[in-house]
């Protein structure tokens, strides 16, 4: 098809669907790149091959005992760029586009090559159970990353970043070669809950322009199951119905739908966030709950490192519980614990039991489920502001890291002091106020999700927002303000 045969033209159909947001497919170079045969490809196969290269570089790198890890993993390409660059602007992306990342990731590639090699071979490839669509196992996997950040400094260690990389590519190809639909995404993608429920207000969105196309379609060829092993133009990956999309959560926006639909009813909206439009659960799954509570204690561990003060504040139960216990070796787990279980349960018992008092729920694992999914978005801004204290913290060492990958002699030299550090890109007083902003954001946006979600029953879900927002405020606002 060429540039000019593009169903870029919507007329009254588009005048319709204009309450979701400006349609990027009118854009000429938009609609171009969405139906190229190599889209997403050709973006996944340039990631996959810079993915393989970063694990290789990362192999067999550990701190030199005379540089402190905190500083090495600035140093050093790999951890820089996967923990330092990466990891803070996928937040964001998330936050703000969705799953956007996904369209482009190059672990969908690889799962997606072997599930083709699979069913050439005649492997007899499974459907996801409930418990892995569920997304049970990626709470684990979670988990499991952000206790090895605590007890090992995963991201301290170039080596152990390599195997944390090169475990991703075995898990993708594993799930692609034995499970089929998109599986890895779906049901073993260690960030697929972080970017569905991140991403479930994100400005971007596919969506049909409107309604009649779709319901007069006789050949329904985004669902057709016959079309989901072609290489382009393929029905849903993910198993969705893009006539009916009303969510972010699952959708990956990799624009096969775009490229299947005969009439040209799909559409690249670019809208506000959190749209009124879209779908809200009142309760949230059991693993979404897990998953949130979780990041929650990720998040404000996180927080906390930022403001030395505070943090040994936070900190000093599990210090003195490894002591106590003579554990001294093993206290960045026990602080794991702490920071991962301890301290969420015990912040969300209380926020619940707030709602259980107001009558918002009738027990609290009830007030849980209903607090996770709005709470999430409270807890994305504040992700969000940590991403940004440490991206502009992290990112003027890029330039080191480049002419000494390895980050051994420039992390030696730093230590040294015969190497100036790079200065920051912002003043922490800047990150500071940008941060109030975004912490802010987050509890107009949440108070916003409560009501839309819960209806009459949101006034009990206020007094928990209002509460752990102010603890958010307080710590971004010492981070430049009482240090």
């Not at 709470?375 to 801004?381: E, H, M, P, R, T």
Request: glycine residues 10%; hydrophobic residues 50%; proline residues 6%.
């Amino acid at each position: 098809m060429s540039v000019s045969e593009l169903p870029i033209a919507r007329s009254d159909s588009f005048d319709r669907g204009r309450s979701q947001g400006y349609d990027l497919l009118r854009l000429r170079p938009v609609a171009a790149l969405m139906h190229w045969v190599g889209f997403p490809y050709f973006f996944q196969a340039i990631l996959l091959v810079f993915f393989v290269g970063l694990a290789v570089l990362a192999s067999g790198l550990y701190p030199p005992e005379d540089v402190p890890g905190r500083l090495y993993a600035k140093t050093n390409l790999v951890t820089l760029l996967v923990w330092g660059l990466w990891w803070p602007a996928m937040v964001w992306a998330a936050v703000l586009l969705g799953r956007a990342w996904c369209a482009i990731c190059p672990l969908e590639l690889l799962a997606n090559a072997t599930e083709r090699l699979g069913r050439r071979l005649g492997v007899r490839r499974r459907v996801l159970g409930k418990w892995l669509r569920s997304g049970a196992l990626i709470v684990g996997l979670y988990a499991l990353i952000q206790m090895s950040v605590q007890g090992v400094d995963l991201h301290r260690h170039p080596a152990y970043t390599s195997l944390f990389l090169w475990g991703l590519l075995a898990m993708a190809a594993f799930a692609g070669f034995f499970f089929k639909d998109r599986a890895f995404c779906r049901g073993f993608c260690p960030v697929g809950l972080l970017l569905g429920t991140y991403g479930r207000g994100g400005m971007l969105a596919m969506r049909p322009v409107a309604a009649e196309p779709c319901v007069a379609c006789p050949d329904r060829e985004c669902v057709r199951g016959g079309n989901r092993t072609r290489l382009d133009a393929r029905s849903c990956p993910s198993l969705l119905n893009p006539a009916r999309l009303n969510g972010n959560s699952d959708c990956l926006v990799c624009g096969q739908c775009v490229k299947a639909c005969p009439p040209g009813n799909m559409g690249l909206f670019l809208r506000p966030l959190f749209p009124r439009g879209d779908a809200r659960e009142s309760m949230a799954s059991w693993p979404v709950t897990l998953f949130v509570m979780l990041v929650s204690g990720f998040v404000v561990i996180q927080m906390f490192s930022e403001w030395s003060a505070a943090q040994e504040v936070f900190l000093w139960v599990p210090k003195q519980v490894a002591s106590g216990l003579g554990l001294t070796s093993y206290a960045g787990w026990i602080q794991g614990i702490w920071a991962l279980i301890v301290a969420p349960a015990v912040l969300w018992s209380l926020l619940g039991g707030l709602v259980v008092l107001t009558r918002g729920a009738s027990h609290l694992v009830e007030a849980w489920r209903r607090m996770a999914i709005p709470l999430a978005v409270l807890i994305a801004f504040a992700h969000m502001a940590k991403g940004l204290a440490k991206f502009v913290t992290w990112a003027g060492f890029l330039p080191i890291a480049v002419g000494d990958p390895s980050g051994v002699e420039s992390g030696r030299m730093l230590a040294a002091k015969t190497l100036a550090p790079p200065p920051d890109l912002l003043p922490i007083t800047t990150v500071s106020v940008i941060s109030m902003v975004l912490v802010l954001a987050g509890t107009y946006f949440t108070l916003r999700e409560f009501r839309l979600a819960q209806g009459a029953a949101h006034r009990s879900y206020q007094w928990p927002t209002l509460i752990l927002a102010s603890g958010l405020l307080f710590l971004v606002f010492g981070w430049g303000f009482l240090q």
